[in-house]
């Protein structure tokens, strides 16, 4: 079902889902022997590519982290996921959540340890921003509101670009 904003047609949400998994090891680690906040972006912002890759099916690149939120930290030997999805499509644009947490391998229980925005634009073959060629339908009441929610962070976005933030 295309149309002339999406050529391609609409995506569900569920179809960027990406997972990430992740054991920290030495070289994951600071000086007070926890993840790294640098090396959690690295991991957050590959697996967030990935999702924007998989809804748009073309070359993407990030434009933004617009919230990063480290909750509790994370230890040598822990075993940390990153879940991402995209929440919203823009003209050229994506905005993808990612949620990561440190997962307990004897009862798989996970604690989230970070939770993050970040903006991906679609490139073209020319390395300028590309039309995103699918649009978005989210397809339960969570996705829904974090849809809502998304577009109202879209233009909080704007806002600040204008006042030069």
């Known amino acids: 079902m295309a149309d002339q904003q999406y050529p391609m047609g609409i995506k569900e949400v569920g ?3 990406s997972v990430a998994t992740h054991m920290i090891r030495h070289e ?4 007070y022997n926890r993840l790294f906040g640098g090396r ?3 991991w957050i912002d590959d697996v967030a590519g990935i999702a924007a890759r998989r809804h748009a099916g073309i070359d993407i690149t990030t434009a933004a982290i617009d919230t990063l939120e480290f909750k509790s930290p994370a230890w040598l030997n822990d075993i940390v ?3 991402a ?6 003209n050229t644009s994506m905005e993808v959540r990612a949620d990561s947490y440190v997962e307990d391998p004897a009862t798989g229980e996970r604690t989230m340890i ?3 925005y970040l903006t991906e634009v679609c490139v073209g073959p020319d390395g300028h921003p590309t039309p995103v060629p699918w649009g978005l339908v989210a ?3 969570e996705q829904r509101a974090e849809c809502i929610a998304a577009r109202k962070r879209a233009e909080n976005r704007k806002v600040r670009r204008s006042q030069g933030f």
């Open 40 to 42: 959690l972006m690295e």
């Open 114 to 116: 970070n939770h993050a």
């Open 81 to 83: 996921i990153i879940e």
């Open 28 to 31: 994951d680690i600071n000086g």
């Open 139 to 141: 397809t339960n009441d």
């Open 15 to 17: 179809t960027s889902f």
């Open 85 to 90: 999805w995209v929440t919203h499509v823009g």
